[in-house]
């Protein structure tokens, strides 16, 4: 092989990669060579794919010394959860990464398996360990038979109950204004404004006011929101 001939296998030139062709009759290039490094740029671009595991498969893991990561948000994971897991909401993933409590594996899962794709970088890339997804969910683990942490008397939710106030207060409204004075009508014309006014201003005056009931002091507030009785 003549050296013009072996200078020109190597040699490079920009947007090859591209497949582009060379402009100039100097600029030669090697098709199998750019047929690697075009393979290995593709392999670059896909996103890393984490390993799926079942649900004994990250019990096995948990008692080894790996830590439970829970995406679901924070009243799903307060009304049912994994012993020992910990509560980092999917949707509060770019706010900060997980403490992985200096494990060396991460298990990520969710309630079925839809909001822990393998295949989303957020997941990997929040913890500095090696990480896995486990298939299924908190519902695959229940339905092989392992044991779940839950609140049964969890009280219902702050909007919940503004909602059934308000519903009774305008239903009320109706049956005093039918039954005894036409005037009771404006309790529910009452009752209709004050949706209005919060469907307009993301706040609503009803919930607040439940927010500070006795049993809802230590609630969390809605999920989404920026303050009391407000809601998205």
């Not at 909001?115 to 929040?126: K, S, V």
């Not at 969890?154 to 109706?174: E, F």
Request: contains cysteine; positive net charge; hydrophobic residues 45%.
């Amino acid at each position: 092989m003549s050296e013009a001939r072996a200078s020109a296998e190597f040699t490079w030139f920009p947007g090859a990669l591209s497949g582009a062709r060379p402009q100039d009759k100097n600029e030669t290039f090697c098709l199998p060579t750019v047929a690697v490094l075009r393979l290995f740029a593709r392999h670059e671009d896909q996103p890393m794919t984490l390993k799926t595991i079942s649900p004994t498969e990250a019990l096995k893991m948990a008692k080894a010394g790996a830590i439970l990561i829970d995406v679901r948000e924070p009243r799903e994971f307060a009304r049912e959860r994994i012993a020992g897991s910990l509560s980092h909401p999917l949707s509060r993933m770019r706010q900060g990464n997980p403490d992985t409590q200096g494990a060396k594996q991460a298990v990520f899962l969710c309630a079925s398996g839809a909001r822990t794709n393998p295949r989303n970088p957020a997941l990997a890339a929040c913890v500095d360990c090696d990480a896995f997804v486990m298939d299924g969910g908190i519902i695959a683990w229940k339905r092989a038979g392992l044991p779940v942490e839950r609140e049964e008397r969890k009280p219902m939710s702050v909007l919940r109950q503004a909602l059934l106030v308000a519903g009774a207060i305008a239903t009320a409204g109706y049956l005093l204004g039918t039954f005894v004075n036409p005037a009771w009508h404006l309790l529910s014309l009452l009752v209709g404004c004050g949706l209005l006014f919060s469907g307009t201003t993301n706040f609503c005056p009803m919930a607040f006011f439940v927010s500070l009931m006795p049993w809802n002091r230590n609630k969390p507030k809605l999920p989404g929101a920026t303050g009391i009785g407000q809601f998205g």
